[in-house]
């Protein structure tokens, strides 16, 4: 199967040129015949209208008499045909099942309970740092997670907004069963997507290593030449509450059994990992009197960049407690019962979201940490504590030594899950494996942990299934053109063993990665996969147009003296000169593009989110021009040798595990430091920072000492006075 590589020519807000690479296919077999398609060497430039391509997928609903199916003579259905079959119906399972059908695949997606649809079993919410740029991305994409995280959301808040733009997120409460109903509803009315409740356990293989389907638990055989597994923690799963276990999925849900024994006979290598979920306490017997109170925003921001959706609800309110003294004792007592330290658990767990014990455990040098009580619904008493694998006739007492829940009650125990994965290294960044043609992994088999994470894998996956089953070449990000060319190339580069969380840290271009231009970037692509329909290519160009326009007006008009004037100087402690533009005003520190509004110099055309993009383009258009410009000298550096006397123990920016192996390792050159597992990205840039500068210190240095030889050397031969003697 080809691959079409996406690789970000130009950094501009107006509009993006991809300019793919395609390989060379391996090889190619599908199970229905169809007329190939030439694959084409690069996207064209997006127009207006939706480009009118001939599609070969056959059309169903959601419907029984929608699928193909063949009788064994009796009149019994005996298997059934597909475009794409999507294995799991979480996050990333919805969003592949999605982009497929809505590329015209005949999709069935495949779940273990219908009524659990894009359930939320840990902490319902959505975004965080890092995580609210795959939410974004993966709506300018075209898909959901966003949108029904705007429809969903019980409050809603901006972090880092005291720092710049490349680090702040949004993240979102939701309502945990609002948000499943809602998705399970889009999914429901798709077209030619259709729902089976099932238990996947083999996969059914060509004659050429190609997939052919599905077998299920009751001997169901479903036929596709693409199918996308997003099993998440059910494969092979068991939960833990202390010492005691049991097989489960989740809570109250089966485990799925079979499948990782079929994938170990294929040849795949799979692995163990942990993750866990909270208590859950009940609200009405919670004290916040003395509690911290952790309101929304007041100025609600947006995950989609659809503007129907959003739609401003009244938001409630978290707190914040702390553990205590009796806490940490409670827990270092009892730490040989929980799963993890009492041993009988080996399976890592994700080291960004540990459990209570973790941290007490890890940073014993805190007295307290900090417990963030969140609700879980507008109509559901169910408060989100923190997570614990002590057993549970210990975690009402020790939820009742934090301040404010003295006297709660316990409606739900904390409990640990291990689960299999397959170690992305076997997939290829189109999420395609590479033992088997047409098999695609996403989320937590890949070794993820996190909806966000789980969603844009799903995406992909179900675009570049549904174009393998149309014989089309699949499509690859780059990292360097979004978070989430970045998420999959950390994933199948890395031999990673412990669940993946995505960070801002971990993109080595996040300046260029934001959140405020993520349609920019990724919403012309979508459009030309066809994701994008007519209303929201509309609605792209006319504030891209808007946002162009602006930065010509602010680079145009000028001002010299006045209120606004006085009201820049203050705030930004410079003074202003006569005949300054309006963009070397908003280019002045602390100065933001509200104090125009406040003088009547801003462009009420422009929503509040288009006028951030523009402050954001013209205040550190420097800066973003300086990355551009390091992104394309990356591409030199791979072959620069380095010195063989590197102290780097003593590069204090770069990470700690990458100081560790970059000093066991002692790669020669930059390219194999880049290989090196557990040296990121950003470790690399910062190791470049670093080598520059010395270099540069050097080259001063011997400068100095040859303009101090030559001076000597002048000195020493120039002639010598004569001496006369009287």
């Known amino acids: 199967m080809a691959t079409l590589t996406l690789q970000l020519s130009r950094l501009a807000r107006h509009h993006f040129h991809f300019s793919p690479l395609l390989f060379t296919p391996k090889h190619l077999s599908i199970s229905f015949p169809r007329r190939r398609h030439t694959p084409a060497a690069f996207f064209p430039l997006c127009s207006s209208t939706t480009t009118s391509s001939s599609r070969r997928f056959s059309v169903s609903a959601t419907t029984p008499a929608s699928t193909e199916s063949c009788s064994d003579g009796g009149g019994v259905i005996s298997d059934e045909k597909y475009d794409v079959i999507v294995v799991g119906g979480g996050h990333a399972g ?114 050429n290593d190609n997939v052919e389907g599905v077998r299920t638990f009751f001997g169901m055989n479903f036929y596709a030449p693409s199918v996308v597994l997003t099993t998440g923690t059910f494969m092979s799963g068991k939960i833990w509450v202390g010492r005691t276990s049991m097989p489960a999925g989740r809570a109250g849900e089966s485990a799925s059994e079979g499948l990782t024994e079929n994938l170990q006979c294929l040849g795949f290598e799979t692995d163990r990992l942990k993750t866990g979920t909270p208590a859950r306490v009940d609200i009405r017997t919670v004290d916040f009197t003395g509690l911290e109170p952790q309101p929304g925003d007041k100025e609600v921001h947006w995950f989609s960049f659809d503007p129907d959706v959003q739609i401003e609800r009244e938001q409630m309110c978290c707190y914040l407690t702390r553990t205590t003294k009796i806490t ?153 053109s979004s978070y989430i060319g970045t998420l999959i190339d950390d994933l199948v580069t890395k031999d990673l063993r412990e669940p993946y969380r995505m960070l801002t840290s971990r993109s080595e271009h996040r300046l260029l990665l934001r959140s405020d231009n993520a349609d920019s970037r990724l919403t012309p692509l979508g459009r030309e996969i066809g994701l994008i329909d007519d209303r929201r290519w509309k609605l792209y160009q006319d504030k891209q147009t808007r946002i162009l326009e602006e930065k010509k007006r602010l680079k145009t008009v000028r001002i010299s003296g006045g209120d606004l004037a006085a ?105 194999q430091a880049s290989r090196v597992g557990g040296v990121s990205p950003a470790d690399i840039t910062a190791l470049l920072i670093i080598i520059e500068t010395s270099r540069r210190k050097a080259q001063a240095q011997r400068r100095h000492e040859m303009l101090t030889s030559t001076e000597t050397d002048r000195e020493s031969s120039a002639p010598s006075p004569k001496t006369i003697t009287l």
């Open 567 to 671: 009201d820049i100087t203050r705030v930004s402690g410079q003074p202003v000169r006569d005949s300054s533009t309006l963009e070397s005003l908003l280019k002045k520190p602390h100065v933001q593009y509200e104090v125009f509004d406040k003088h009547g110099f801003g462009n009420d055309q422009l929503s509040r989110a288009e006028k951030e993009c523009v402050e954001i383009d013209v205040k550190y258009e420097g800066f973003i021009m300086r990355q551009q410009i390091q992104l394309q000298q990356m591409a030199h550096q791979q072959n620069r040798p380095l010195p063989e006397d590197l102290d780097y123990h003593a590069m204090i920016t770069l990470s700690l595990e990458a100081r560790e192996k970059l000093s066991k390792v002692r790669p020669q050159t930059i390219g």
């Open 328 to 480: 940490h004792q409670l827990i270092k007592e009892n730490l040989h019962e929980t799963p993890t330290y009492g041993g009988w658990v080996e399976a890592k767990g994700p080291r960004y979201c540990p459990s209570i014990e973790d941290k007490i455990v890890r940073f014993q040098d805190k007295e307290s940490h900090q417990i963030f009580l969140e609700p879980e619904g507008r109509s559901v008493p169910e408060l989100y504590g923190f997570s614990t694998g002590l057993p549970e006739r210990l975690q009402l007492p020790l939820l009742r030594t934090l301040p404010g829940l003295e006297n709660c009650s316990m409606l739900r125990p904390a409990y640990a899950v291990e689960y299999d994965f397959l170690p992305a290294y076997q997939c290829s960044r189109s999420l395609m494996t590479k033992k088997i043609d047409g098999l695609f992994f996403s989320g937590q088999i890949n070794g993820t942990t996190g909806y966000e994470e789980a969603a844009a894998q799903g995406i992909i996956s179900g675009i570049n299934a549904a174009r393998h089953s149309d014989g089309k070449p699949l499509i690859v990000l780059e990292r360097e």
């Open 94 to 207: 919805c969003e592949a099942a999605l982009a497929s059908a809505r590329l015209g695949a005949k999709t069935l997606l495949l779940t273990l309970n219908i009524d659990r649809i894009a359930w939320q079993p840990c902490n319902p919410a959505v975004g965080g740092p890092a995580k609210s740029q795959l939410v974004h991305e993966v709506d300018a994409l075209g898909g959901e997670i966003g949108k029904v995280a705007d429809r969903c959301y019980l409050q809603k808040r901006v972090l880092n907004t005291s720092r710049g733009p490349a680090v702040r997120a949004l993240r979102a409460q939701t309502d945990k069963r609002e948000y499943a109903m809602e998705m399970k509803k889009i999914v429901e009315s798709t077209p030619n997507l259709s729902i089976r409740e099932a238990m996947a356990i083999d996969i059914l293989l060509g004659k």
